[in-house]
């Protein structure tokens, strides 16, 4: 099982301090705004505990996340309150695509996602590759689409 990129996980832990940084800034303008300002310890000790269960949220995520390009399917599994096991048969690939948003252009990431026949949760993502893993884990999805499409007939 191939595991993603270390790099991921601290641009998921950034995100997480971000967000709680975002969040207890609201809380203090509120505040203000209210007129009735909470004690700093109050508001220092809910960022901290709050940053952390982040953190620790975002380690186990990484940790829980693997990949596999198996014989006949692509076999994802990630999750930490509740664990996803996802099979794609090739056969109903539709296409493939690598992307990289602000975020992981800066962190040097890239993200695959594979495009499946069918109407509820039609595609799958395989988040914090390197630009060339994502690239070359693209081309051998397409290859083996094209093959099942040619060994079993279309999806659809």
């Not at 993502?125 to 040619?150: C, F, H, M, N, T």
Request: cysteine-free; aromatic content about 8%.
């Amino acid at each position: 099982m191939r595991s993603l990129e270390k790099r991921i996980q601290t641009v998921w832990i950034l995100g997480t301090i971000l967000t709680e940084s975002v969040l207890s800034g609201i809380v203090v303008a509120a505040s203000i705004f209210i007129q009735e300002s909470f004690p700093l310890p109050v508001l220092a000790v809910s960022f901290v505990l709050f940053a952390s269960l982040g953190v620790v949220y975002s380690v186990l995520r990484y940790r829980n996340w693997g990949f596999e390009m198996r014989e006949d399917y692509l076999y994802l599994e990630h999750g930490v309150i509740r664990k996803i096991k996802t099979k794609v048969p090739y056969v109903r690939v539709q296409h493939v695509d690598t992307q990289r948003n602000l975020i992981d252009r800066i962190a040097g990431l890239s993200s695959v996602v594979v495009y499946t026949a069918g109407s509820r949760g039609a595609d799958v993502g395989i988040p914090g590759l390197l630009p060339e893993d994502a690239d070359i884990i693209q081309e051998e999805l397409r290859k083996v689409a094209v093959e099942s499409e040619e060994k079993f007939g279309d999806a659809v």
